[in-house]
């Protein structure tokens, strides 16, 4: 499956094009970087110190070694090594108080810096993803979008915060520790970096391993995601179906993928660390042995074997991160690629370089031959052409897939057409900023959809503009303000995720008052009034009247009851314009409009019959 191949791609471990990319993140925060840096270093450099400190104790008070230390220490030392060893032991608490407070530093710095490097790249992922056209939404889904900014960001932020600065450190360290122990005794250090192979191999196996499971833990993440983003919104289908337990089934297979996943980087970490601790442990045998012989044979010093001990201990820690590192620079790698991708994905619909003024009012609706079609030549509208004068109210019927709700969506410029043109005020919208046409526009479509936040916050969706009293208005022209003010707080009531707790009703009133609220030029009706009750709808109808008052209105409906009012009826069948005209005009045609009329009237006399029928029967 393309998506979970995507999700299990590792790219590069460093890939110079996208760190650029990303340290674009870190660039207002190179102060806080640079600070890290120098912490970094100084505690690689105080690694050394603590070791030395030990040889000096050693070589000058517990087993004094003639020669040993150079002259210009032997004279600053105290004679007495009681005073000496205090001396060095508060110096090696300085160096040890002073690794802690660097080290804390670093780690501070650099988590806050990547944490506020992923706060603007999460920004820049919504923000990119406000501004998406429909069709990229169509191709999408929702789980893989989810992942990106969630999942691959925490990926991103563990490389910044503990990731390319660490790696520097740890280089530091490697580097620092060669240098004191070759300056040392070049031949235990030579002995030390015979292991060195071994370990090398061990960390190329590991990291194999864990590249693998990590790969898969993404994956299955991804699944995760997708799975609980559709199940949860789909609940009540799934409860409605009995598919409770199909769904706990499924979940519980790629619930099992991620652990079984982790298992395998458990176990790869189970046996690494214990492997380069055994290497490390045979390296020290072997210095312990030759060290020996050259402390017998007065070549080195006891001092010097004890710090060189403590050099090689320090030694092959900062491999074992590297390794780890290593993995944690290639997922971010592979998670960079994959935002970066999210992020350059460039919308269809776009605004030209130079939009053009809207044109004063009034303003007409024209389709010029508009040919439109969501993939390739399958066409869904094939040489339509109408005009909605200003003014205007316009039914459009016809049967499912007919293309009612695409003359919108192409209207609204959530698509672009393939042919034709397609002109507000006889100007061409795709010479318009989109969001600048939409704002003519106001829809309530079939499923109204309502954020977590309050009823007035609803209405408003963010326009300040609208005042309570114009926001009072707006409910009560379409019969909500009664039960607006039938709440303990009003308007300030609380909406929870997906309005729950509100009637189908209750949200399409909803989405009528926020429509009105924002007082568009333009009103679009898609299917509002389908998914509720008869009473609801006979107050929807009764407040149509206000809603439609003085702006161009465009109703798309199966119930012809609640378009008969239109001015002007379009009749789509097959993707094309077949009929126009009043209601009275259309049935006196006999076609298409005339059979659905006929259809609905059938069933509407066989529901009303049947009650009839029923209670004729009963005693």
Partial sequence: MPGHQEEQKLGKAYDGVLMRRLSRYLLPYKLMVAGAVVFLTANALLQIAGPWLTKLAVDRYLAPAPHSIPPWLDAWLPRQPYEGLTQISLLYLGVMILSLCFSFLQGYLMQWTGQKAMFDLRRDLMEHLQRADVAYYDRTPVGRLLTRVTTDVDALNELFASGVVAILGDICVIVFLLTAMLRMSPGLTLLLLAVTPLVLLATMRFRRDVRGSNRRIRAAIARINAFLQEHVTGVSVVQLFNREQRAARDFDTHNREHMDAFKEAIIAYGWFYPVVEFLGMLALAGLLSFGGYRIREGELTLGALIAFFQYAMRFFRPIQDLSEKYNILQTAMAAAERVFQLLDAKPAVVAPAQPASLP?????????????????????????????????????????????????????????????????????????????????????????????????????????????????????????????????????????????????????????????????????????????????????????????????????????????????????????????????????????????????????????RAPAAEEARQP
Avoid: C
């Fill in 360 to 608: 004063a009012l009034p303003l007409a609706v024209e389709f010029d031959h508009v040919w439109f079609a969501y993939n390739g030549e399958d066409w869904v509208l094939r040489d339509v052409s109408f005009r909605i004068e200003p003014g205007e109210t316009v039914a459009v019927v016809g049967h499912t897939g007919a293309g009612k709700t695409t003359l919108t969506n192409l209207l609204l410029r959530f698509y672009d057409i393939q042919k034709g043109a397609i002109r507000v005020g006889g100007v061409d919208i795709r010479t318009f900023d989109p969001q600048a046409l939409r704002r003519l526009f106001g829809i309530v479509l079939q499923d109204s959809f309502l954020f977590t936040g309050t009823l007035a916050s609803n209405i408003r969706l963010g326009t300040e503009s609208i005042t309570t009293q114009q926001l009072r208005e707006a409910a009560g022209r379409v019969n909500l303000l009664a039960f607006a003010d039938s709440l303990s707080h009003g308007f300030e009531h609380e909406v929870r995720e997906r309005g729950t707790g509100l009637s189908t009703g209750q949200k399409q009133l909803i989405s009528f008052a926020r429509a009105l609220a924002h007082n568009p030029r333009f009103l679009i009706l898609d299917e509002a009034t389908s998914s509720v009750d008869t009473e609801t709808e006979e107050q929807i109808r009764g407040a149509l009247a206000n809603l439609i008052e003085g702006r161009t209105s465009i109703i798309i409906a199966h119930r012809l009851s609640t378009v008969q009012r239109a001015n002007r009826i379009f009749v789509m069948h097959k993707g094309q314009l077949r009929e126009n005209g009043s209601h009275q005009q259309l049935l006196a045609q006999r076609g298409l409009y005339w059979r659905l009329y006929q259809l609905q009237y059938k069933d509407q006399e066989t529901g009303r």
